[in-house]
């Protein structure tokens, strides 16, 4: 079965940096769209980035352009996160993310398969 483990999360000063993974198994990461959403105190899961199966294409959040950076590594089957400049809106549960069907997108509703998500805290 898809299993998808987040790993990383931590607490971290305001401007710090943190590297979130996702190991996947179960399926042929390679050929899926993956993402990373969140979900802060009392907030909707919302979307931060999502990368193509072969990596070409990435789209993010708005507000972390420029500071966040989606990675797969197909041969190890792992997503990451690379996150810089953090601010303490960034903190939230994050949780990594496979459509099975389908290109890279921006909903929630599109993904079907959900790791159980690491929480990274930005201290103000």
């Known amino acids: 079965q898809v299993q998808l483990v987040e790993s990383g999360g931590s607490l971290v000063q305001t401007g710090g940096s943190l590297r979130l993974s996702c190991a996947a198994s179960?399926?042929?990461?390679?050929?899926?769209?993956v993402g990373w959403f969140r979900q802060g105190p009392g907030k909707e899961r919302d979307f931060v980035a999502s990368?193509?199966?072969?990596?070409?294409?990435?789209m993010y959040k708005e507000s972390v352009k420029g500071r966040f950076n989606i990675v797969r590594d197909n041969a190890n089957s792992t997503l990451y996160l690379q996150m810089n400049s953090l601010k303490h809106e960034d903190t939230a549960v994050y949780y990594c993310?496979?459509?099975?069907?389908?290109?890279?997108?921006?909903?929630?509703?599109?993904?079907?398969?959900w790791g159980q998500g690491t929480q990274v805290t930005v201290s103000s």
């Open positions: 993310a496979a459509r099975i069907s389908g290109p890279a997108s921006t909903a929630v509703a599109d993904f079907g398969s």
């Open positions: 179960g399926f042929m990461f390679s050929r899926y769209a």
């Open positions: 990368i193509s199966w072969d990596g070409r294409r990435a």
